[in-house]
């Protein structure tokens, strides 16, 4: 599929509005999530996590399901060629972000394993055998797995999921995909979004709220490099459809 992920999307009002988003079946955390397996989210990047899932970490964590996060790249490579954002400054800066936006989600560290892969930002498309090694070693068949859409129109997410996907299939966990940047490009009526796979965790306000602050923790994110001609990365009209009541997971 070809996507333009430069390209705004269809405005908030019209999500709001959709019948199709309003035909999407909600589903409930225990369903996706049973009492005895374990929920893994994998994020490309420092910040996929909140964005795709940080309401639902906040509902597994308050029916105390045991969460793994895992961390592909440090995110050192947002900014490229700016100054002011450097990928050594990123490399560090980032994760710290993700930490400061756990914490503010009310997640405990002690009841969190959290691994880091190491892996280069933006250069994962080629690197899937490393990937699925990677993961064969941590993830397990009562797993439940939470991963960027293979279609997002990011090359990690792309790559991420796909090997999630392959190891899903080997040992016979199940792995689930969000959407991201997809709610960048997509309208509500996107021929390209699987909508039969399409399912909504519900978020009430004390849950969307926290999932907005938690957002505002990925400072480097929400700042672009005039001097680089970088605009921000994470773009207010994006973050205002990342930020409805649910979020949407496709099974």
């Known amino acids: 599929m070809n996507f333009d992920i430069t390209r705004d999307g269809s405005p908030l009002h019209a999500w709001k509005n959709s019948e199709r988003m309003a035909s999407v079946p909600v589903i409930a955390c225990e369903q996706l999530v049973p009492a005895h397996a374990r929920a893994v989210i994998i994020s490309p990047h420092p910040d996929v996590e909140i964005l795709g899932c940080g309401g639902l970490l906040q509902l597994l964590a308050r029916q105390q399901r045991n969460l793994m996060l895992v ?3 440090n995110g050192s490579a947002s900014h490229p060629g700016s100054k002011l ?10 994760p710290q972000e993700s930490a400061e936006a756990l914490r503010r989600l009310g997640l405990s560290m002690n009841r969190l394993q959290w691994i880091h892969g190491g892996f280069p930002d933006a250069d994962l498309a080629g690197r899937q055998p490393a990937l699925i090694e990677f993961l064969r070693t941590y993830l397990r068949p009562t797993d439940v797995v939470f991963t960027p859409w293979r279609d ?9 999921a796909q090997a999630a996907v392959a190891v899903g299939a080997e040992i016979g966990c199940a792995v689930h995909e969000v959407p991201v940047f997809a709610w960048q490009w997509a309208s509500p009526e996107d021929p390209r979004i699987p909508w039969k796979r399409a399912c909504k965790i519900h978020l009430d306000r004390w849950t969307q709220a926290r999932k907005r602050h938690a957002i505002q923790a990925f400072a480097s994110q929400l700042s672009g490099d005039p ?11 994006m973050l205002e459809r990342m930020q409805q009541p649910f979020e949407v997971v496709f099974v």
């Open 227 to 237: 001097e680089a001609g970088l605009a921000p990365p994470l773009t207010p009209a």
């Open 85 to 94: 954002w450097t990928a050594e400054r990123l490399g560090i800066i980032r």
């Open 152 to 160: 997002d129109g990011n090359s990690d997410h792309q790559a991420v």
């Open 71 to 73: 961390s592909i790249t």
